[in-house]
C-alpha cells in the first residue's frame, strides 16, 4: 500500500544524500529553481514570488520528509522555500511534532520570525500538512507576533476538530516513513504529548475552536481538504467556515483524485491547488493527474 509513498521518500532521500540534480526526480519536472536545495537559503530571492514560503510537516516526520517533495516543486517554480523540523524530542530527531502542541508552536513563532528577518521579507507564506496544517491555524491565533509577518497560509488536511488516536499512530509511522519499532521505542521513552491533544476533544483541538475567530485579520486562509481522508474524519471538519477562508476540495478541481491523507503531501494536483492559493489565483486551470493513491 506504501509502495509509492516509499519509493517517493527514498528518491528524494538519495537526491538529498547524494546531490543528485533535482531532475532525476521522476515525477517532477524543473527549470532553474529560486533555490537549488532544500537547505534553506536565505539569500534566495525571487521576483516573480518574493514572498518566502515556510513549509510545516505532518506528525512523525521531519522538515526532510512529507512536504519536502512539494517544496522541491515550488523551487522548481522560482519560489524561495523554507523548512525546519519542529517538535522533535531529544534522542528522537527523525520523530517530528510529537511535543504538545502550543510548544510546537512557539518553535514555529520563532522561525517566522527568523525566515522574516534573515531573508528580509515584508511577508512570509506559510503551508502545511497534517499536523502542521492545524499549526498553520494555531500559530497565528496564539502567536500573535508573526501575524504581521504572514500573508498567506494554505492548510493542507488540518485535523482542525481533531481525529482518533489510532489515526495518529498510523500518522507517526507513515508521514515519517518510520518503523512502528521506532515510533513505539519513542513513545514508549517520551510519549506523545501532540497526540493526546488532536484527537477530538483534545486540549489543542478546544484550545483551536475556543469560539473566536480562527483566521485571523490580515491573514489569507485556504484550506485543501480530500473527500477520500481516511484519517481526519468525517472529512468536513477540516474546513474553517469564517468569512473571507476559502475552502477548497481535491475533488471540486480534479474530480477522479482519490487522494488520502498521506497522499495529499504528495499529489502533484494538490500541489498546483496549493500554487493557486499562493498566486492568489484561485480559478486557474491545470491539468488533473490520476493522483496519488497513497493512504
Known amino acids: 500500500m506504501y509502495g509509492q509513498m516509499f519509493t517517493r521518500l527514498y528518491t528524494t532521500y538519495s537526491v538529498l544524500k547524494h546531490k543528485h540534480p533535482l531532475s532525476t526526480i521522476p515525477f517532477i519536472q524543473t527549470h532553474t529553481p529560486g533555490t537549488s536545495s532544500l537547505i534553506n537559503d536565505f539569500s534566495c530571492k525571487s521576483d516573480s514570488h518574493p514572498n518566502p514560503v515556510i513549509l510545516l510537516h505532518g506528525l512523525g516526520a521531519t522538515g526532510y520528509e512529507d512536504i519536502n517533495v512539494l517544496q522541491y516543486w515550488l523551487q522548481a517554480k522560482d519560489y524561495c522555500t523554507f523548512a525546519r523540523t519542529y517538535g522533535a524530542y531529544d534522542g528522537f530527531p527523525f520523530l517530528g511534532g510529537l511535543k504538545p502542541i502550543a510548544e510546537s508552536a512557539s518553535e514555529i513563532a520563532k522561525y517566522i520570525q527568523e525566515v522574516a528577518e534573515k531573508t528580509g521579507a515584508e511577508k512570509v507564506d506559510v503551508v502545511g500538512h497534517s499536523e502542521g496544517a492545524l499549526q498553520?491555524?494555531?500559530?497565528?491565533?496564539?502567536?500573535?507576533?508573526?501575524?504581521?509577518?504572514?500573508?498567506?497560509?494554505?492548510?493542507?488536511?488540518?485535523?482542525?476538530?481533531?481525529?482518533?488516536?489510532?489515526?495518529?499512530?498510523?500518522?507517526?509511522?507513515?508521514?515519517?516513513?518510520?518503523?512502528?519499532?521506532?515510533?513505539?521505542?519513542?513513545?514508549?521513552?517520551?510519549?506523545?504529548?501532540?497526540?493526546?491533544?488532536?484527537?477530538?476533544?483534545?486540549?489543542?483541538?478546544?484550545?483551536?475552536?475556543?469560539?473566536?475567530?480562527?483566521?485571523?485579520?490580515?491573514?489569507?486562509?485556504?484550506?485543501?481538504?480530500?473527500?477520500?481522508?481516511?484519517?481526519?474524519?468525517?472529512?468536513?471538519?477540516?474546513?474553517?467556515?469564517?468569512?473571507?477562508?476559502?475552502?477548497?476540495?481535491?475533488?471540486?478541481?480534479?474530480?477522479?483524485?482519490?487522494?488520502?491523507?498521506?497522499?495529499?503531501a504528495y499529489d502533484p494536483n494538490v500541489w498546483n491547488l496549493v500554487k493557486n492559493a499562493l498566486d492568489d489565483t484561485p480559478e486557474r486551470d491545470f491539468i488533473c493527474v490520476i493522483g496519488s493513491p497513497l493512504k
Not at 504581521?148 to 489510532?166: C, N, S
Not at 478546544?206 to 483566521?215: E, F, V
Not at 468569512?243 to 488520502?260: A, L, P, T, Y
Open 136 to 264: 498553520t491555524l494555531y500559530v497565528p491565533k496564539f502567536h500573535s507576533e508573526v501575524v504581521p509577518l504572514i500573508d498567506k497560509l494554505v492548510a493542507i488536511a488540518p485535523p482542525t476538530r481533531g481525529t482518533d488516536f489510532a489515526g495518529l499512530y498510523k500518522l507517526a509511522i507513515d508521514l515519517g516513513n518510520n518503523t512502528k519499532s521506532v515510533v513505539d521505542k519513542a513513545l514508549d521513552t517520551v510519549g506523545c504529548q501532540a497526540c493526546s491533544e488532536l484527537v477530538t476533544g483534545g486540549e489543542a483541538i478546544k484550545k483551536l475552536n475556543d469560539g473566536g475567530p480562527i483566521a485571523q485579520e490580515g491573514n489569507s486562509l485556504t484550506v485543501i481538504a480530500s473527500k477520500h481522508d481516511e484519517l481526519v474524519t468525517p472529512v468536513e471538519t477540516s474546513f474553517v467556515h469564517e468569512e473571507g477562508v476559502s475552502n477548497v476540495w481535491v475533488q471540486d478541481k480534479c474530480r477522479f483524485d482519490i487522494v488520502g491523507h498521506i497522499g495529499e
